[in-house]
């Protein structure tokens, strides 16, 4: 089992970067694929970034291809996503999920945990 904790929301301009971090309880993360998904007020929650346990293999929605980066610091237990070039349309609650022994994946209902979710929110 994994317990999860978002940081590093905030509000921000049009173009400024902000680095989100997924800290996580338990000695086996290492072995936990992990995603990151966002939900904006009135729209459903959507894969945004994933990492794979074995090789670190990573996936991005085609939204943020080219301006976010998904790493993981597995000495650290943390998951960060590095978000550039931000847009108004990034703005949503952003959360980390993570599965066990599994690659990652786009698909919320593979991911068993989830964390309570920081806010983002760009302003044009």
């Known amino acids: 089992q994994v317990q999860l904790v978002e940081s590093g929301g905030g509000l921000v301009q049009a173009g400024d970067s902000l680095r989100l971090s997924c800290a996580a309880s338990?000695?086996?993360?290492?072995?936990?694929?992990v995603g990151w998904f966002r939900q904006a007020p009135g729209k459903e929650r959507e894969f945004v970034a994933g990492?794979?346990?074995?090789?670190?293999?990573?996936y991005y929605a085609d939204s943020v291809k080219g301006r976010f980066t998904i790493s993981r610091d597995n000495a650290k237990n943390t998951v960060d996503l590095q978000m550039n070039s931000l847009k108004p349309e990034d703005t949503a609650v952003y959360y980390c999920?993570?599965?066990?022994?599994?690659?990652?994946?786009?698909?919320?209902?593979?991911?068993?945990?989830w964390g309570q979710g920081t806010q983002v929110t760009v302003s044009s």
């Open positions: 999920a993570a599965r066990y022994f599994s690659g990652a994946s786009g698909v919320i209902s593979d991911y068993r945990y």
């Open positions: 338990g000695r086996t993360f290492s072995r936990y694929a």
């Open positions: 990492i794979s346990w074995s090789d670190s293999s990573t």
